[in-house]
């Protein structure tokens, strides 16, 4: 009897010791089962954009030359209706609205993407008989570039545009992005342009349109954490949104008068 309660004391003895053994570490790290999914940091998320318009105004200088080529361009509605013709005499702005898209912090400049709905233009060289249709526009802010279909099922890249600050260009009270920037035409597109309407009107370099987007983004999310644009005050509490018209935001080293004091509100004489 005295034997078996030796043997089964040893017996727990070894089990514990196994048990003991196989625990890990104190400050050892979890098994892989037990570790949590990494949190993304600040900055990293995309804020969708749930609507907006953006306005492509085509400058007076290419509207010239295409009408020296005898290229015409004209207005094309969502559903491909042809419009009026964009015209010296004419309208020179397409208005487009945003279908989608969303916006990211990349590296303090606007990044994402935003997607324009399935309007656009139709460019027409009656002489040669030749039409292109440009349409579903998107604007890749990371990128700085702005491409659109051809309705042939493939793409085209447009130019290119300045990227936008951030912090300047988001007003995180109303959430509303605002850009404004010229589109600066490639050497691949005017190419490929000049092959499609058989034209030389199209050259790298040349200003191609000049763009005004505002995009209102998802209202759900915390801007400042989403896109690490904590510790600035919105936009809307700056002092050029108090000055009131003629009045300079700021004056010349060495002058004085009709501008605003830093937030300080602004002189009565104007400038």
């Not at 998107?138 to 309705?151: C, E, K, N, P, V």
């Amino acid at each position: 009897m005295h034997a078996r309660r030796l043997a089964t004391a040893a017996a727990l003895a070894l089990t514990t010791t196994a048990l003991t053994g196989a625990a890990p570490p104190p400050g050892a790290a979890p098994p892989p089962r037990a570790r949590t999914a990494a949190v993304r940091p600040a900055g990293s998320t995309e804020v969708p954009v749930v609507r907006g318009t953006a306005r492509l105004r085509v400058p007076s200088a290419l509207l010239a030359r295409l009408a020296a080529h005898g290229v015409v361009p004209k207005a094309l509605g969502a559903k491909g209706k042809s419009g009026p013709h964009l015209t010296r005499d004419g309208s020179r702005t397409l208005s487009l609205r945003l279908s989608g898209g969303a916006v990211t912090n990349s590296g303090g400049k606007a990044g994402g993407e935003l997607r324009f709905g399935a309007a656009g233009v139709a460019l027409v060289h009656a002489k040669a008989h030749r039409t292109l249709r440009l349409t579903g526009f998107t604007a890749d802010l990371g990128q700085g570039t702005l491409s659109a279909g051809t309705g042939r099922g493939t793409r085209i890249g447009l130019g290119s545009f300045p990227r936008a600050d951030l912090r300047s260009a988001l007003n995180t009270r109303t959430r509303v992005l605002r850009l404004k920037a010229p589109v600066t035409l490639s050497a691949a597109a005017a190419e490929r342009l000049n092959t499609a309407l058989a034209t030389k009107v199209f050259t790298r370099g040349a200003r191609l349109l000049d763009v005004r987007i505002t995009a209102s983004l998802d209202r759900t999310a915390d801007l400042r954490t989403a896109l690490n644009l904590s510790g600035r005050r919105s936009p809307a509490s700056t002092t050029a949104r108090r000055c009131p018209p003629g009045c300079r935001r700021r004056c010349p080293s060495g002058r004085s008068g009709g501008c605003c004091g830093g937030g300080r509100g602004c002189s009565s004489s104007p400038s």
